[in-house]
């Protein structure tokens, strides 16, 4: 069964950082590309970042340009997102992915 568990969201100030973390499970890690998405409430969800498994290439919507950085680490079945310099449009439930699979999201509140 594929599980993708993402954690580390929470309440923080603008201006602060957060790092997420997505542990995997279930199909071979290193076979796949795995992005972020995030939805704010009343809102669609939105791709945020994603990184590839062949070069660790990636991808950030121009919103979070500068600003947040996806990296993996094979061994430990996990990608990361590091978010700095959080803006209240940051808000909301973030997902991480594998395809069209999704897992239980974290969520990341920020005060202005």
């Known amino acids: 069964e594929v599980q993708l568990q993402a954690s580390g969201g929470g309440l923080v100030q603008a201006g602060g950082s957060l790092r997420l973390s997505c542990v995997a499970s279930?199909?071979?890690?290193?076979?796949?590309?795995i992005g972020w998405f995030r939805q704010a409430p009343g809102k669609g969800r939105e791709g945020v970042s994603c990184?590839?498994?062949?070069?660790?290439?990636?991808y950030y919507r121009d919103s979070v340009k500068g600003r947040f950085t996806i990296s993996r680490d094979n061994a430990k079945n996990t990608v990361y997102l590091q978010m700095s310099n959080l803006k209240p449009e940051d808000a909301g439930v973030y997902y991480c992915?594998?395809?069209?699979?999704r897992g239980q999201g974290t969520l990341v509140t920020v005060s202005s």
């Open positions: 279930g199909f071979i890690f290193d076979d796949y590309a």
């Open positions: 992915a594998k395809g069209v699979t």
């Open positions: 990184i590839s498994n062949r070069d660790d290439s990636t």
